[in-house]
Each structure stands twice: as structure tokens, then as C-alpha cells.
């Protein structure tokens, strides 16, 4: 099995998070993508989210008619922060594959801050989705020589959208059809996540 695991807070999940699984699904010939919501992200300690539970529950809901992705808890369960590294030893235990992790072109720039990085890429290789301001040479200027054969590039049109935005929408009244889809709007709706 060929799988890419995309992590993230998920809060709320959006298009340009579907973008870039179906981007991957297709440029790395993936057989799954696994959402994987995280508990806490150390790289955003100051940023109050909203519970693992219902952001797992909304990515369910924006991948519910995609056969190829489904979403995974074990951060939401394990609790405290979330490394990938620690995600990517469960993973490939319970479910021995070729992995993998998959980030967008900002966060693959910062791959040597990440927890034990040397470890996680022999665990799984790097999936960057290029896009601007980042593109590819800019990518590798940024990160190690040493990570440069364990990375591939994954093309993808930009989507130009963030969960901040959707918030920020959400509690000026605004609307948000054209950057979530329609079952993760209801769930928002029924569950009053981000009113003002």
C-alpha cells in the first residue's frame, strides 16, 4: 500500500486541504490518503482550537465521498502535542506500507525544525506540494541537502484559502460555500463552531 498521511489542526477543514490529498492521490499514485487531525500542533501553542472530536468529525464529513481517503484519530486519541514523527512509528506498525507525509511547499520548508527529522524521513518520505510563493527550487535552497532525495514534489493549482479565513468568515456573517464543502458547512451550522 501506498499511503500519504496529511496532518493538521483541521480547524475547519477546507478545500484547499482536499486539493492537495487529491493533488497527492494523483502525482504520487497513492492507493489512500489519511487525514489526520491533530491533537495539539506544537507549531501553533498560542492558537485556540476546537476539540480533536469535532474536527475529526468535520474532516469525516468533507471526505465522506471520497473512496480513496478516509480520517485517522490516533493524535485525537493519544492526546498532548502532535509530532509526526511519534505518528508515523504508530502508523507504519499497525499498518505496514510505503509512506508519505504530506505538507504544503510553507511547512516543508521548515522540515529540520520538525521533531527528530532524520528519523521521521526514514520512516516515510516528504510529499511538498509546490505552490507560490514557494516553488521548487526555492523549496530545496530551504532544506537540507541531506532530505533532498527522501522529498517529492507534488504539483497542484493553488487553492487560495486557510481555516483562519473560513473562521473569520463564519463569524462576520459572510459566506463560505465556495471554500468548504457543503456537509462540513452543516456540521458547523449544527454545532455552532465559530459564531461570534
Known sequence: MRIGVLGGTFDPPHLGHLALARAALAALELDEVLFVPTSRNPMKLGVKASSGRHRLAMVQAMIAGEPKM????????????????????????AQPGEYW?????????????????????RLCRLGV?????????????????EFHDRIDIIPMTPVEVSSTEVRDRLQAGRPVNRIVTEPVYAYIQQHHLYSA
Do not use: N
Open 70 to 93: 478516509a480520517a485517522c484519530d490516533v493524535e485525537v486519541v493519544r492526546g498532548g502535542l502532535s509530532y509526526a514523527v511519534e505518528t508515523m512509528t504508530e502508523l507504519s506498525v
Open 101 to 121: 507525509f504530506l505538507v504544503g511547499a510553507d511547512a516543508g520548508t521548515h522540515i529540520a525544525e520538525w521533531k527528530q527529522p532524520q528519523r521521521l524521513l
Open 129 to 145: 506540494a509546490v505552490r507560490p510563493p514557494v516553488d521548487e527550487a526555492t523549496l530545496l535552497r530551504r532544506v537540507p541537502v
